[in-house]
């Protein structure tokens, strides 16, 4: 990733430490940009996006806002757009310093795959925000393991973007754009990580069987 001068801000890290934010000097940031993406879902996420406006109004610095916010009513801030097409996601990822999205594998993967550790606030079903757990599942497994800076209240992610903006460094990672077979073959892994904890985390109906009356004459001894 590069900066609007077009030189390279984003030290090279080993494989060890690309799994932990990093530090550098913040200073080469003229604007700090910010994507947010809520995914396509029909489902709203008016929670993320009124969380993400309140911290907006009291952010410090000026901010260069993306808001992918999809079905979700548009939050009053600047850079406001329902949707993005493929290319546009692309490079606005490519382009930003920070990342906040949904917990769709999807978004998450292409964001680490652009260099950002994602801070994700997963959607909550019973909030009416998806159809299931998973998201709660999956982003909870990966924020375990340091994948993604996982944020279920409005004061973590309140916390995460002003630590951002004070040094966009601590939610970076080691960029690999052109790694789309591994991509694909992570894509593949993840469905099935989140088939199996969707599957552990829904209850298994009794088991039954029809009863009928026995035949006059044809009744069990107990």
Known sequence: MTGET??????????????????????????????VAVG??????????DWLAQWHTQAAVPIGLTVQHGHTRAPQVPGAVAFLGH???????????LVVCHGGPATILEARRHGHLPIVVPRDPARG?????????????????????LCETREALHDALTAGVA????????ADPQAHEAQRAAVARVGQIIDD??????????????????????????
């Not at 077009?6 to 940009?33: I, K, N």
């Open 40 to 49: 396509t879902d029909k489902h709203q996420f008016d929670r993320l996006v």
């Open 167 to 174: 040094d966009p460094s601590r939610y970076a990672v080691a």
């Open 6 to 35: 077009g030189t390279a801000w984003r030290p090279q890290p080993s494989t060890e430490a690309a799994r932990l934010p990093r530090q550098r000097d913040s200073s080469a940031v003229a604007q700090l940009r910010l994507l």
């Open 129 to 149: 925000e998806h159809v299931d757990n998973h998201q709660l599942l999956f982003a909870r497994r990966l924020g375990a393991a340091g994948l993604v800076a």
């Open 87 to 97: 290319d546009a996601l692309q490079q606005a990822m490519s382009d930003a310093h």
């Open 197 to 222: 904890l969707v599957a552990r985390s829904t209850p298994r109906p009794p088991r039954w069987r029809a009863w009928s009356r026995p035949r006059p004459g044809t009744e069990e001894i107990r």
